[in-house]
């Protein structure tokens, strides 16, 4: 019988799982009380020992050394400020040295050619470091003015900027007993290359850097200015005559594509402000250009001169005949004038470059915009220089351009150029018109 269903078992493929045995008594019980309960070891511990809260201490969280009783929390912001007045760029506490302050003065230099609009920002920071040096620091005056002029004289588009750099030193540092006589020292310097004017015109080598220092003379005469006795500022007569005078009357007296180029571009430059300031010399002789202007017009027959350099000579000749592109109306003029001027000026020969303008909407410069003139030129080429300067003295009428051979044409004479009917501005041919009417037909209607 048994055998019979074990066999049954088998068949069937089920296996046989007893069930898991209850402990005893006695393991119970030591699982429960240990492995020995007649062996309950009794603690004599207690977390009230003297050994873990000691009953009488001396210490105190209000004892004096954790918080001062005579100097209160306040004292330490008036430190902290003094102590961040005190920071300087040398170090903590420490003014700067010579060297710190002509190594910011270079990179300052060096930005400013390419960020001209940031002077004052590049050059606050300078002059903190100027005004922090010991009183028996070296001077270093002596080096910023040379460090000054070279790139004044060397960096065509820095020549606006150094100019306009004069004069914020000579106005911030007016004080500072080191910098006091900077206007005197840096026009001591030009006054030693001036000297050396007829040096260096016969020298191919240094006759770029006579026209790169002419020219930044001609923007220190527009932009440096001293106080008179009463207070009123005006630009520097010396500057005007005889220095600006006699770099042109050498230049003219020399004359090249080059030399003529520097001496157009500077008087279309400063031509306007010469005229106004005769006052600024002490006799009509020694301010009068005649003798400039007389020199630049016989050099228009000068056979060793290209068709452009003759272009320019023109150019600035008519700007002087055009008063130099002003009104000449002495009562000033309305809102409505001057619009009305800007707009011809803009189409005349007298504006030959983009027009840009301030916050306020005003005209300015392209040098105060942060250009130079010499900027544009890279991108000329040779061809194109002579014919913008032929443009610019009135060689070409208005809607033509040169060819090859010298012949004029009139643009509208092209083969590329057609006009298909009358031009307005809601002009359509036959066939547009039939096509618009047909695209209106197919548009689904809307009751």
Same mark, same amino acid.
């Given at each position: ?45 207690? =977390? ?19 918080? !001062?009783?005579?100097?209160?929390? !306040? ?25 710190? =302050? ?21 050059? &606050?920071?300078?002059? *903190? ?15 910023? =003015? ?11 588009? #820095? ?44 020298? !191919? ?11 930044? $003379? ?9 106080? *008179? ?8 007569? $010396? ?18 594509? #080059?030399? =003529? ?59 002087? *005949? ?7 109306? &002495? ?44 900027? #544009? ?37 092209? *083969? ?5 009917? !009358? ?21 689904? &209607?809307?009751?």
């Amino acid at each position: 019988m048994s055998s019979g269903s074990a066999g049954k078992d088998s068949e069937s493929g089920s296996h046989f799982q007893p069930g898991l045995r209850r402990p005893l008594l006695s393991t119970q019980e030591k699982l429960q009380n240990g492995l020995d309960s007649s062996k309950n070891l009794q603690s004599t511990l207690s =977390v009230n020992a003297p050994e873990f809260v000691p009953r009488k201490t001396t210490f105190s969280v209000t004892a004096a050394e954790f918080v !001062p009783r005579q100097q209160p929390y !306040p004292q330490y912001s008036q430190g902290l400020y003094q102590d961040f007045q005190g920071l300087q760029i040398g170090g903590y506490g420490q003014p700067p040295t010579s060297e710190q =302050v002509l190594d910011s003065f270079k990179t300052a230099l060096t930005a400013l050619i390419s960020q001209p609009g940031n002077m004052e920002e590049l050059m &606050s920071g300078v002059i *903190d470091q100027i005004n922090q040096l010991p009183a028996t620091a070296e001077s270093i005056q002596n080096k910023v =003015v040379e460090m000054l002029f070279e790139q004044c004289v060397s960096e065509p588009n #820095f020549r606006y900027t150094g100019a306009r750099l004069c004069r914020l030193l000579c106005k911030k540092l007016k004080s500072h007993p080191m910098f006091q006589d900077f206007r005197n020292v840096f026009l001591t310097r030009c006054k030693e290359e001036f000297l050396k004017k007829d040096e260096m015109i016969l020298n !191919p080598k240094l006759i770029d850097r006579l026209c790169g220092f002419t020219m930044f $003379i001609g923007e220190l005469f527009l932009n440096l200015e001293v106080e *008179d006795g009463s207070g009123k500022a005006h630009k520097i007569g $010396i500057l005007r005559s005889p220095v600006l005078k006699d770099l042109l009357l050498i230049l003219l007296s020399h004359p090249t594509d #080059f030399t =003529v180029k520097c001496a157009t571009q500077l008087l279309k430059l400063t031509g306007s402000t010469i005229e106004d300031t005769a006052y600024l010399n002490k006799t009509p002789e020694e301010g009068s250009y005649d003798e400039v202007f007389l020199q630049i017009r016989q050099l228009d027959t000068y056979p060793d001169l290209n068709r452009t350099s003759k272009c320019l000579i023109k150019s600035v000749l008519d700007l002087k *005949d055009n008063n130099w592109g002003r009104s000449r109306s &002495s009562n000033p003029p309305t809102p409505e004038d001057s619009y009305q001027q800007n707009y011809q000026q803009a189409a005349n020969f007298t504006q030959n470059e983009p027009i840009f303008y301030n916050q306020h909407g005003q005209p300015i410069s392209a040098q105060e915009a942060g250009y130079s003139d010499q900027a #544009f030129n890279p991108y000329l080429q040779e061809e194109e220089e002579e014919e913008f300067a032929r443009w610019e003295a009135g060689e070409l009428e208005e809607g033509g351009h040169w060819v090859e051979g010298g012949d004029y044409q009139a643009w509208s004479d092209q *083969d590329e150029y057609f006009q298909t009917g !009358p031009y307005t501005e809601n002009y359509m041919d036959e066939e547009i018109e039939a096509a618009y009417e047909e695209f209106l037909r197919q548009q689904p &209607s809307h009751h």
